[in-house]
């Protein structure tokens, strides 16, 4: 019997190629640039894909103001903040230049981030905006600890 499923194809940033019922349905959503050209064409011609890209990219900075800086409590309150969004979550040490996952608590661990650090929060998807002023927020009232 032959195998019915086939895995999806994974192309660059890991997005997936819409299936054509969705490409006529779209009519003008964005294009992504096709590998053989690096405009962006019409899909007039066979080599052109629409690719459905609806996520948005935010980024801010903030310093710890809490005295112990990013220590197991903090840490577990920012993950269950990010675990909230849909966005996809790093956070950077900017004076390691550590780079970690927001919604892991190992790896927010991992930032050793101490009072007076500056860290980038950066979010990509359709609600990065608001993950990147509430996660902000929460570390500029430090963790509300004090």
């Known amino acids: ?3 019915v499923f086939s895995p999806p194809l994974f192309l660059r940033n890991g997005e997936v190629p819409l299936p054509a019922f969705f490409r006529r349905s779209l009519g003008g ?3 992504r640039r096709d590998s053989q050209n690096d405009g962006f ?3 007039s011609s066979g080599k052109s894909r629409r690719w ?3 996520s948005h990219t935010w980024s801010a900075t903030f310093e710890i ?3 112990l800086g990013l220590h197991a409590r903090p840490a577990s309150l920012f993950v269950q903040a990010a675990s909230g969004f849909d966005s996809e ?3 950077e040490n900017l004076s390691t230049s550590a780079v970690a996952d927001g919604k892991s ?3 927010m661990l991992m ?3 101490a009072c007076g650090t500056s860290l980038k929060i950066t979010a990509e998807g359709s609600d990065a905006e608001c993950a990147v002023k509430t996660l902000g927020g929460l570390v500029s009232r430090g963790f509300d600890e004090e």
Do not use: H
């Open 52 to 54: 459905m890209r609806m």
């Open 41 to 43: 064409r019409d899909g």
């Open 89 to 91: 979550i790093r956070v």
């Open 105 to 107: 608590m190992m790896s």
């Open 1 to 3: 019997m032959e195998n």
């Open 65 to 67: 103001s809490n005295k």
């Open 29 to 31: 959503m964005e294009e």
């Open 111 to 113: 930032l050793a981030a």
